[in-house]
């Protein structure tokens, strides 16, 4: 899997036009391209979602806006399969069903 370090600002990805048209960096997790947005400045905060949570729903619900104003650099992205980053296709998107 590839990492990457977001306290040591890598280089950016592929620029993107996500969510209401705004760039977006991305990077490329097992073939998987992640979106991911960062704003602000000092020690890093990553906000993570809930299954097919939108990153822009911090951005609406203001705690992004909140953690810049106190001084972090926050990350928010888009997971595997939430618009605008990538859905692998099956059958290595969601697992089959479980069948009793």
Not at 8 to 22: L, T
Request: hydrophobic share 35%.
């Amino acid at each position: 899997m590839d990492c990457f370090d977001l306290g040591g600002h890598p280089a950016p990805g592929h620029i993107d036009r996500g969510e209401r048209g705004r760039a977006v960096e991305t990077v490329d997790v097992d073939g998987v391209r992640i979106a991911y947005e960062r704003k602000g400045h000092g020690r890093p905060v990553v906000l993570s979602g809930g299954t097919g949570m939108p990153p822009a729903a911090w951005e609406l619900c203001g705690v992004r806006e909140e953690l810049v104003r106190a001084g972090f650099e926050v990350i928010t992205y888009a997971a595997r399969g939430v618009a605008p980053s990538d859905a692998p296709a099956p059958p290595n998107y969601w697992p089959a069903p479980a069948r009793t």
